[in-house]
């Protein structure tokens, strides 16, 4: 195993991955509540020192939280109802609207809110739209044309949508005016709740780790606000995906479909995209796992018109001029390198070169004896 610098060891802790969607909830999947905060209650009774969860943002029909309709954005699924109904409504109005679907109650919730008289409160919900709009405003217009255009793809919507053009934006502005503003809601309540669950545990001494997919979702509202930044063509297409390659686990490995960035378009921009994702996740979390760190060297590059991930190859991209673009800005980056796979020399010296730590898997640990670094006691 590799030396390390006494200045750079820590303490060892140990902690838990429990996406938030498998707590107890009232709805089909686990949300922010009492049940949330009851889970960190035994992380701290249980010596833990680290949640980790799964990404956090609004999913498609699959379900996937690594394929999410935002880089940004939190999932509706996750706000706490009881917590909905114990903020906004009264005692004697709660029952009206405690059978209501997760949606109509957010809907019914946002009614509620714009007829309240309250100014901190709209102060508040004010300062959030404003100090999220470099990605809230683009998000709620992509959440507004997909239920306009039946949860379609956006490379399927009409061409003058489909293109983003100011003119088609600021019609969905006008004739859309109140159901932009309940999407903007719904995600000011996201963050608020999310908010309470995360100082709950930094209170007690819990720290979360949260999980950043390295590429986005081709229907994301990143994407279709930002082509500039993808390897699309004319229409919106991706003209290559990302994958990985053949190996022990796969003859035809991976072809995972992610649109690819345009590492040119995203150096010459300053690398302002990652930096603005960063800055959000640090509004989020305390740590942060970056899924598929390999791909910051170099990328499996598949066309797009392929069926398999065999025919790709491997393509440079300039991971470490922006690492040294974000230390610049951020300092320390506490970051955690999803770093399994395919792993060369150069994906090390540059996960080295950033201090970040890597993974070893525990299960490969007990097949042989004491020197073998998948053990917990070798791991560096």
Same mark, same amino acid.
């Given at each position: ?39 960190? !209650? ?15 943002? @609004? ?62 409160? #709209? ?8 100090? $999220?709009?470099?990605?809230?405003? !683009? ?13 379609? /793809?956006?490379?399927?919507? @009409? ?8 003119? /088609? ?18 995600? *000011? ?28 979702? $081709?229907?994301?509202?990143?994407? %279709?606000?930002?082509? !500039?930044? *993808? ?13 990985? @390659? ?26 302002? %995209? ?13 740590? +942060?796992?970056? !899924? ?40 320390? +980056? ?25 993974? +070893? ?8 004896? @004491? ?5 917990? #006691?070798?791991?560096?």
């Amino acid at each position: 195993m590799d030396s390390v610098d006494p200045s750079l060891q820590v303490r060892r802790e140990a902690g838990i991955l429990l996406h938030p969607t498998s707590l107890p909830g009232s709805g089909d999947c686990g949300e922010f509540g009492e049940n949330a905060l009851r889970f960190i !209650d035994f992380l701290v009774d249980a010596g833990q020192k680290l949640w980790q969860v799964l990404p956090l943002g @609004p999913v498609h029909e699959d379900r996937s939280p690594y394929q999410s309709l935002s880089a940004f954005a939190g999932s509706a699924d996750l706000i706490g109802r009881e917590w909905l109904l114990q903020q906004w409504w009264p005692e004697g109005e709660r029952d009206a609207v405690a059978s209501l679907s997760k949606d109509d109650l957010l809907e019914q919730t946002y009614e509620r809110f714009s007829t309240l008289r309250d100014d901190t409160l #709209h102060r508040e919900f004010g300062t959030f739209c404003r100090e $999220h709009a470099h990605w809230l405003e !683009d998000y709620v217009l992509f959440r507004v044309l997909k239920w306009r255009f039946s949860q379609r /793809a956006w490379v399927e919507w @009409p061409q003058r949508y489909r293109d983003h053009l100011p003119e /088609a934006m600021e019609e969905v502005r006008l004739s859309e005016a109140h159901a932009l503003s309940c999407f903007r809601f719904e995600q *000011f309540l996201f963050f608020s709740h999310w908010k309470r669950v995360k100082d709950y545990a930094n209170e007690r001494g819990i720290r979360i780790l949260g999980d950043m997919p390295i590429f986005v979702s $081709h229907d994301s509202a990143d994407v %279709w606000a930002c082509r !500039d930044a *993808f390897e699309l063509d004319e229409t919106g297409q991706a003209t290559v995906v990302a994958g990985v @390659p053949p190996d022990y686990f796969s003859e035809t490995g991976q072809r995972w479909g992610n649109p690819l960035y345009d590492w040119d378009w995203m150096e010459a921009d300053g690398f302002h %995209w990652w930096h603005r994702r960063i800055a959000h996740k640090w509004c989020l979390f305390d740590l +942060l796992r970056i !899924d598929h760190f390999r791909g910051f060297e170099a990328c499996w590059e598949v066309p797009a018109h392929e069926q398999t991930a065999i025919n790709g190859r491997w393509v440079k991209v300039p991971g470490d001029e922006m690492f040294a673009s974000l230390a610049t800005r951020f300092g320390t +980056l506490p970051i955690i390198a999803e770093d399994l796979g395919v792993i060369t020399d150069e994906v090390r010296a540059l996960r080295k070169k950033y201090g970040f730590p890597g993974m +070893l898997i525990l299960q490969f640990a007990f097949d042989s004896g @004491p020197d073998n670094p998948y053990l917990p #006691h070798n791991h560096t």
